[in-house]
C-alpha cells in the first residue's frame, strides 16, 4: 500500500497536476498549428506560399530590433509580484507593458508603411509587393503581444486550465481563420487579412477570459480600465533596463543555432546546412514533451523568489535538475535507437545522410531539457549580466575552433567539388561538415548551461543559508 500512496500523493501535487494539464494542452496546440501550417503549403501554391513566407520573413526582421525585452521579463517579473502579494507591483507591470506595446505596435506599423516598400523594392527588382503585405501584417503585433500578456497574468497566477484552455481555443481560431482565407481565396493578401482577423479576435477572447476571472485568485489583478488610466503615471525607464538584459540574453541563445547553421552553409554548403537544420527539427518532437515542464517552472521559480523561499525552492530546484538529467539521458539514448527509423519515416528517405547529424544532436537535446529550467532561476536571482558574459564568451570560445574545423574542411570538400561533383567523398564531406556543426552547437550549449550551473546555484545556496539562520 506504500507504494500506491506514494505515487497517489506524488501525482496530488500542484506543480505535477500543472504540468500534465499544460502538457495535455501543448499536444492539442501542436496538432492545430501543424494542421493550419500544412493547409497553407498545400493550398496556396509555391510561388504564392512564397510570397507569404516572405512577408513573414520582413516582419520578423524588423522585430528583432524589439530590445524591450518585455516579453520575457515580465514572465519572471510578474509572478516574483503575485509570490510576494504586491499589488501596486503588479498594476505597474501590467501599465509598463501595455504601454510599450502601443509605443511599439504603432511604431513598427508606421516604419514597415514607410521603409517596407521601399527596401523590398530595392531587394526584389522594385516589386513593393511583400513589404506593403509586411507592413500590413504588422498591424497583428500588438494585439498578439497584448495577448501573451493575457496568458502570462494567467500563468503567473498557476492558472493552468484556463491557460491550456485559451491557448487552445487560440489554435482552433487561427485553424478556422486560415481554412475560411483559404476557401475564399489562397492567396497572400487573403492569409494577411485571415492573420489580422485572428489576432484580434483572439485578444478579445483573452480580454473577457481576463475580467472573467481576475477576481478569483489568491492575488487579484486589477481590471483593465484601471490598467490603462495608470499607464500615464507609471515610469517604464526600471522595467525597461531589466527587459532589455532578457533581450540581450534570449537574443544572444539564438545566436547559438543560428551562427553554427550559417557557418556550415558557407564552409560545408547548403546540403550541410540542410541537415543541420533537419537535425533541429527532428529535436523538437523529443522537446514537446517536456516544454510543458518548462512553463509550469517559468511560474514556480519567480513566485518562490518573491516569497523568500529560498529553502524549499533550493530543494525541490535540485529534486528537478536531478529528475530531468537521468529522464532525459533515458529518453535521449532511447531516441537516438530509433532516429534511423523516424527519420526517413516523417521526413522521407532523401534525409537518410541526416541520420548522424539527428544522433549527435541528441546531446543538445539533454543539455537543452536540462539546462532550459535555469533560465527563470538566474533572471530571479538577477544575474543576467554574469549569464550574459558566460554566452558571449562560450560563443567566441567554441565558434573559433569549430570555425577552422571547417575552413580545413571546406578545402578538401573544395577539391573534390571541382574533380566530381557526384564524388562519394563530397558527399562524405557534406555530412561531416553538418555533423562538425552539430558538435558546436553541441559544446555552446554544455559549456553555457554549465558554467550557467556554476554561477546560480552557489548563489540559492547562499541565499537558502541565510534564510536558514534568520
Excluded at 574542411?409 to 557526384?422: H, K, N, P, R, S
Amino acid at each position: 500500500m506504500v507504494a500506491p500512496e506514494r505515487i497517489r500523493a506524488f501525482f496530488n501535487r500542484k506543480f505535477v497536476r500543472d504540468t500534465l494539464i499544460l502538457q495535455v494542452g501543448k499536444v492539442g496546440m501542436t496538432a492545430s498549428t501543424f494542421l493550419s501550417a500544412l493547409l497553407v503549403a498545400r493550398l496556396m501554391g509555391a510561388a504564392d506560399y512564397g510570397i507569404w513566407a516572405l512577408a513573414q520573413s520582413v516582419l520578423s526582421i524588423a522585430l528583432t530590433l524589439n530590445l524591450t525585452g518585455l516579453n520575457t521579463s515580465i514572465s519572471t517579473q510578474l509572478p516574483m509580484a503575485v509570490g510576494a502579494k504586491d499589488e501596486p507591483e503588479i498594476l505597474n507591470l501590467l501599465a509598463v507593458f501595455v504601454k510599450v506595446a502601443l509605443f511599439w505596435g504603432v511604431g513598427v506599423t508606421v516604419v514597415l508603411l514607410v521603409v517596407g516598400p521601399l527596401l523590398t523594392g530595392l531587394a526584389y527588382n522594385g516589386d513593393t509587393h511583400i513589404g506593403l503585405l509586411a507592413a500590413f501584417l504588422s498591424l497583428t503585433v500588438l494585439p498578439d503581444m497584448l495577448y501573451g500578456l493575457i496568458t502570462t497574468t494567467l500563468q503567473s497566477q498557476r492558472a493552468m486550465r484556463r491557460l491550456v484552455i485559451v491557448t487552445n481555443l487560440n489554435q482552433l481560431v487561427l485553424l478556422v481563420c486560415t481554412l475560411v482565407a483559404l476557401l475564399i481565396s489562397a492567396t497572400p493578401e487573403s492569409m494577411v487579412i485571415s492573420r489580422i482577423v485572428y489576432s484580434v479576435s483572439t485578444l478579445l477572447m483573452a480580454l473577457w477570459f481576463y475580467e472573467r476571472y481576475r477576481t478569483e485568485y489568491a492575488v487579484p489583478y486589477p481590471t483593465i480600465r484601471r490598467i490603462i488610466g495608470h499607464i500615464r503615471q507609471v515610469a517604464p525607464r526600471q522595467y525597461l533596463g531589466f527587459g532589455f538584459l532578457n533581450a540581450v540574453d534570449k537574443n544572444i541563445a539564438g545566436l547559438y543555432t543560428e551562427l553554427p547553421l550559417q557557418i556550415v552553409g558557407i564552409y560545408a554548403g547548403k546540403t550541410a546546412a540542410g541537415y543541420l537544420e533537419l537535425g533541429f527539427k527532428a529535436l523538437t518532437i523529443p522537446a514537446t514533451f517536456a516544454s510543458a515542464l518548462f512553463d509550469n517552472i517559468q511560474a514556480v521559480v519567480p513566485q518562490a523568489i518573491g516569497r523568500r523561499d529560498f529553502v524549499t525552492l533550493r530543494r525541490n530546484f535540485l529534486r528537478v535538475l536531478a529528475a530531468l538529467g537521468l529522464g532525459a539521458i533515458a529518453f535521449y539514448a532511447l531516441f537516438v535507437v530509433f532516429v534511423p527509423i523516424i527519420v526517413p519515416l516523417i521526413f522521407s528517405s532523401q534525409w537518410i545522410p541526416a541520420i548522424p547529424v539527428v544522433t549527435v544532436l541528441a546531446v543538445y537535446g539533454v543539455v537543452l531539457a536540462v539546462g532550459g529550467i535555469f533560465g527563470p532561476l538566474y533572471r530571479g536571482l538577477g544575474l543576467m549580466r554574469p549569464i550574459i558574459v558566460i554566452k558571449i564568451v562560450t560563443l567566441v570560445a567554441i565558434l573559433v575552433p569549430g570555425l577552422i574545423l571547417l575552413q580545413q574542411g571546406d578545402a578538401l570538400g573544395g577539391v573534390w567539388e571541382v574533380v566530381d561533383t557526384a564524388s562519394p567523398l563530397l558527399a562524405l564531406h557534406t555530412q561531416s561538415g553538418a555533423v562538425v556543426g552539430a558538435w558546436i552547437v553541441n559544446g555552446l550549449m554544455f559549456i553555457s548551461a554549465l558554467l550557467t550551473a556554476f554561477v546560480a546555484l552557489p548563489v540559492l545556496r547562499r541565499k537558502a543559508q541565510e534564510q536558514q539562520t534568520i
